[in-house]
Nanobody, 122 residues
């Protein structure tokens, strides 16, 4: 029901935009988040956005470089990633939270996409 796309191989300093398209449900009332997981590491919070889009939250590691946005008419959430670094390399997952309030914890989300791989070379 959540389909993430847009990953790929880029060089350090490049940009990518990830998309997360929701189907089967109306996710416009759900808070949405992006998490990432690198090999050997736990899944970590990247960013989240409230159901209305008026509140956003970012991990310190991506603040100022990444921007989350959403288009509820299209049931889609976006993650614009600029100034990418090798340490941003990970599988990126989008997630939806029924309550509508944002969470920084993976366990706080109810639906997950399949993940899209982002690889940043130095």
């Amino acid at each position: 029901q959540l389909q993430a796309s847009g990953g790929g191989l880029v060089q350090a300093g490049d940009s990518l935009r990830l998309s997360c398209a929701a189907s089967g449900r109306t996710f416009s009332s759900y808070a949405m988040g992006w998490f990432r997981q690198s090999p050997g590491k736990e899944r970590e919070f990247v960013t989240a956005i409230s159901w209305s889009g008026d509140r956003t939250y970012y991990a310190d590691s991506v603040k100022g470089r990444f921007t989350i946005s959403r288009d509820n008419a299209k049931n889609t959430v976006y993650l614009q990633m600029n100034s990418l670094k090798p340490e941003d390399t990970a599988v990126y997952y989008c997630a939806a939270r029924i309550s509508g309030g944002s969470s920084f914890i993976a366990g706080g989300y109810d639906y997950w996409g399949q993940g899209t791989l982002v690889t940043v070379s130095s």
